[in-house]
């Protein structure tokens, strides 16, 4: 008899730990670090998202108003950092609690331009996202430069102007490139050119890829960078304006580079690396996958495929070996990567989206405000849920940590929580 009342404890003590602890798996504070989350590459871990954001699945825990920008926030486990541009004038970066809201420190310096005319629907405002290592926020102002700051304090550490370090003018564009951060050093496009610094102190260690005779159409960069292991070696892949490039992240040696056709050097997405291959698309004109290999002469590139599908600015996520896209017809596509065949096309919906993948599931983040969940299915466009996030234009990319989403609003931020499950389960 005691046995058996022992076993009925025991079962009951499983069944009520097991949730407990997948839930507090789906809370679970993490970092979204740099552009597109930790793994820069679009993809979250963790627990299975919700299959619904309607009704009070979704639920805002607090929204701070501000002036506007399109950098991404990001997030660590005590603060959201956000940029701003004020009054056309001044540049603003300000650390925000991750539970309240409430500002825990803001700094500020003289720093704007004025984008060309036909530019001018997407505003002056900053646009790169900053790059956060744990102690230091490192942010790309629009006036080409980059400033680290002390993450608990917002206390400058160093600065580099890039026109000043190279002698070359200002981005007609702005400093648009996200740095991306791999141990002590620190990697972007400024300065008309692919840059390695010593992220402690902001000494240039290399610079690549220089355009010293810049024009409108080729002068800055859109894209930003990523580090991967092709072809049995550690890249940088770098896409300029015009080219599609890999380079040796200790030195700023090419190992090889690709002409991409793009309209008035509008080549904007973070290329995707899919095994030894690269993916990209540009505006107004279409996609590829370009193979990367190695010989006994060095490496080579070769095209594996071309397709019709016109990219703009948002970059894919992959899923499964397919590559899930937003075009610049506001639709959504669905490419095999391995064959370049498109598998579907949805109806439109925004002028842009910014999009992160876990497993089968899709958030993307559409200019109008609007938040979709879309169901990673390569035969189908599957809309699972929508819902309304921001009356407001949401230009910057998305930001999740467990079961928290961070929202960049053209003039605010705002705190999105998913409900765990065990909260769903106690008002079923």
Not at 154 to 172: A, H, I, M, Y
Not at 224 to 244: D, F, N, W
Not at 324 to 351: A, D, M, V
Request: proline share 4%; net charge positive; charged share 20%.
């Amino acid at each position: 008899m005691i046995r058996i009342i022992q076993w009925v404890v025991l079962v009951v003590v499983f069944y009520l730990l097991v949730p407990l602890m997948i839930f507090a798996r789906f809370g679970e504070k993490t970092d979204w670090s740099q552009w597109r989350g930790p793994n820069r590459d679009g993809q979250v871990a963790g627990a299975e998202w919700p299959d619904r954001l309607t009704g009070n699945y979704l639920e805002q825990s607090w929204r701070v108003p501000s002036a506007p920008s399109y950098s991404g926030p990001i997030v660590s486990a005590e603060a959201v950092f956000v940029t701003e541009t004020k009054d056309k004038t001044t540049e603003i970066v300000r650390a925000l609690s991750r539970v309240t809201g409430k500002e825990l420190w803001k700094v500020e310096w003289p720093g704007a331009i004025s984008v060309p005319f036909f530019a001018k629907r997407s505003g002056d405002w900053i646009r790169a996202t900053p790059a956060f290592d744990g102690k230091s926020l490192y942010v790309a102002g629009m006036r080409d430069v980059l400033v680290s700051l002390d993450g608990k304090t917002g206390k400058e550490q160093w600065r580099v102007d890039f026109t000043k370090e190279f002698n070359t003018s200002l981005p007609e564009f702005g400093l648009v490139c996200s740095p991306l951060v791999d141990g002590n050093a620190l990697y972007i496009q400024a300065g008309n050119a692919a840059v390695k610094l010593d992220k402690r102190t902001g000494k240039v260690l290399w610079r690549a890829l220089s355009n010293e005779n810049g024009s409108i159409m080729n002068n800055g960069a859109f894209s930003s960078p990523v580090l991967a292991m092709v072809a049995g070696q550690k890249q940088l892949i770098v896409q300029t304006r015009e080219q599609l490039a890999g380079l040796d992240p200790e030195t700023g040696r090419q190992l090889w580079i690709q002409n991409v056709p793009s309209f008035r050097g509008m080549n904007i997405l973070t290329p995707v690396v899919f095994g030894d291959s690269i993916f990209t698309s540009s505006y107004q004109n279409k996609s590829w996958l370009y193979r990367i290999s190695k010989g006994a002469t060095g490496f080579a590139v070769n095209q594996a495929w071309e397709n019709n599908a016109q990219g703009y600015m948002s970059t894919p996520v992959v899923v499964d070996g397919h590559a899930y896209l937003h075009l610049g017809n506001q639709r959504f596509t669905c490419i095999n990567l391995q064959t370049g065949e498109r598998t579907w096309t949805s109806q439109p919906f925004g002028k842009y989206a910014s999009l992160v993948a876990q497993r089968d599931r899709i958030l993307a983040l559409d200019e109008r405000g609007v938040l979709l969940l879309i169901k990673a299915n390569p035969k189908q466009f599957e809309l699972l849920s929508e819902k309304q996030v921001s009356e407001e234009e949401t230009w910057a990319h998305l930001a999740i940590s467990g079961d928290e989403i961070f929202i960049r609003e053209l003039n605010a931020v705002a705190a999105w929580r998913w409900r765990t499950p065990k909260a769903r389960l106690e008002t079923n």
